[in-house]
């Protein structure tokens, strides 16, 4: 099967997301120390994963669609559902992500 990506960077609503993706990359840095090219890189390093799926569960809670996150995002939108669910799981079990969380309330996320 052929996959063509499409180019969906003419509407505003991924102006604006763009827009909010840097401001949360830029977060996320301050609170994991990840940076934003580490984010948005296919590695699977744990602590970058974890800061990828934080970024995930930020822009969710801003409101936006799995699919729109998954494609500013580039990555498929079943991912996307599961790094929120696993950022939910983790801050309930685990004190360094329910710290980090915490720490994103701090700075006005609604989390």
């Excluded at 996320?28 to 390093?45: F, G, K």
């Excluded at 995930?56 to 599961?82: C, F, N």
Aim: contains cysteine; aromatic residues 10%; positive net charge.
């Amino acid at each position: 099967m052929l996959y063509h990506k499409r180019n969906y960077m003419n509407t505003t609503t991924d102006i604006s997301i763009e827009g909010d993706l840097k401001a949360i990359l830029g977060d996320v840095h301050e609170v994991t120390r990840v940076t934003p090219d580490q984010v948005m890189s296919r590695r699977r390093i744990s602590e970058w994963a974890q800061a990828r799926q934080m970024t995930y569960y930020l822009l969710r809670s801003m409101g936006y669609g799995y699919a729109e996150i998954g494609r500013v995002m580039d990555r498929d939108h079943s991912g996307i559902i599961y790094g929120c669910n696993s950022v939910k799981d983790f801050a309930k079990i685990e004190k360094k992500t329910k710290m980090r969380m915490e720490a994103f309330r701090r700075k006005g996320y609604d989390v």
